[in-house]
């Protein structure tokens, strides 16, 4: 990594493959010699095409998705999709079962209750400042809820899904938008898998929607064009000018992690990079992980010094060392490392280094 | 322009600045020496915001833009704000009235239509296949019509509006996704503008919504977070995570329109390229433009040959020859060159010269 990069602990939109980057900087003028910059590129043309087909024929091979799965780019991140899946699932009964694990779960259990649907909450873990993941069973959900909505991982606090619930013939929707492509998931447990890039993929601006084919088709008719998944579907994620570029940069991240091995290459990284971060933090005496061992996340490394203080003193002099966005969210305080695919080891090693120099200093 | 760059003449996305793509480029794996790129840049990190507020500050300076209107920046393109504009405006009576000039116009009426509002097409040019520009007054206008929707320049036809509607007390909407920032507009005219940016202005993934304030805050409260203007006015852009890159592309674009003396000197220059290919064609007696000429638009030039197969002929050797996407829109046929404001006047000059080779050849 070139010396003058800073290690980037965002929660997202966070750092992407060094050698992707710099594919795309090469070809940001010319793509391939075709005479335009992907930026310029129009969505119709033969070019495009292909960029697009490849990039969804790409994730299909690292996911290991089945061809009953229908997979689309839509814009509007997460919080449109928030709206979108109960557009789109919730027609029979109306009825929606959320486990509350998070913020976000959260904003997606209050949007649908928004829209009107027949929103609960079947297990929640915010009395405790959401520091554990609540383990559900089929008799936690109502029998004629239409979905069960979970989020994988919880960006905000260092919490993941130990397991995939067993919701039996109710489809289970996951919002994996800060875990995807980090562990090897088994698609077919899921209705639909749907995951913001700007986290662990590639720049804002899309989230790709993994759909199971008969859960579509059967969006009421006055429902905004935009929101009916099965539109994207039937056009190929092209119904209209798609977010093109975050689109050709998601099939470069894809095609990436083929190279190295595939999701399951990258998930013995992943493990190797957090475990490494969690031994050294909870076998100090000066920092503390608040997280249930066996929830915690992969991505998102919550950590505090128990001073506030001194805990915003050690963003503000980590920022100085380039190891920037260390501050955990602005509704929890403390620190948080994000530490999605891209981010290399030696950026874990910069991390060790720095926090037992700050300890040495202060403590 | 580098010689292996081709004249992209794409109805959109389409051609960059040069001069902004290479600042984009050189500054891709390190944004100024932040020691991150644009691409992996958190949309809460001080330098982001920076980025956004200096995109908006730089639009309201460019088009001259009252304090009274709100600016943002929305993912989902111009079918997103065929729902949204309805959704936030069509709040008293549900009357809206839509001038149909061409296909983006009549889907905006569908839109609203299929949302259950009480559409009514006041006047159209779809029996002359949109050749020109209805002329309306307020007469034509439900006098409780909660708005009027025009589409000011019409990409598949080669119009444009050739005067502001006068609406009286009745917000006018304009869709200007493919003509923002080729002329001074006087804003106060319109309750809302909007634009898709990937024609004019920068890479798919954004509209820019430039809304009177006095419009806001209206929407229904059953409605999708996300399409609620007051959510993207309220947190400047940043309700969730926006399409960061594009915004930062765009202010690009706003700063070098300003750096070459603003919309004045764009439009100087829009119509002297329009001009002269214009008058090539009307002076030819193998090429006709079938626009009526008083509408007929600056951006997007459409011609025919009169031959199908020597029109298809056409575009493929020109693809060769370097001249990009010059076939009509798949609905229409024949030939449209989208001179944009990216579009150097190099690129007109090769177009007409390419054409008479053409002619000489075929004729």
Redesign the interface.
Known sequence: M?K???Y?F???????P?PV??D??AN???YK?????V???????AEFKEILADAEKSLRDIMNIPDNYKVVFV??????Q??MVP?NLAVKSGKIDFVVTGQWAKKAYK?AE???FDAKVIASSEDDVYTWIPKITKDDIRPDADYVHICFNNTIYGTHYPYIPDTGDIPLVADMSSCILSEEIDVTKFGIIWA?V?KNV?????AVAIIREDLLGKAP??I????DYNVHVEKDSA????????IY?SGEVFKYIKSIGGVAEMHRRDVAKATKLYDYIDNSDYYRCPVNKEDRSLMNVVFVIGDEAVEKKFVSEAKAA?L??LGGH?TVGGMRASIYNAMPEEGIDALIEFMEKFKAENK
Request: hydrophobic fraction near 30%.
């Open positions: 070139s003058e990069r800073a980037n965002s929660a997202g939109p966070s750092m992407l060094l980057l710099e795309v900087q940001l003028l010319n010699g075709c005479g335009e910059s930026l310029e590129m129009s969505h119709r043309s814009q509007g991140g997460g919080t449109l928030f709206a557009m949007e928004k829209l009107g913001g700007q590639a720049p804002a601006g899309i008719a006055d905004p064009t935009y929101l119904y209209n000018t798609p977010n093109t570029f975050s940069v380039g920037h966005n602005r």
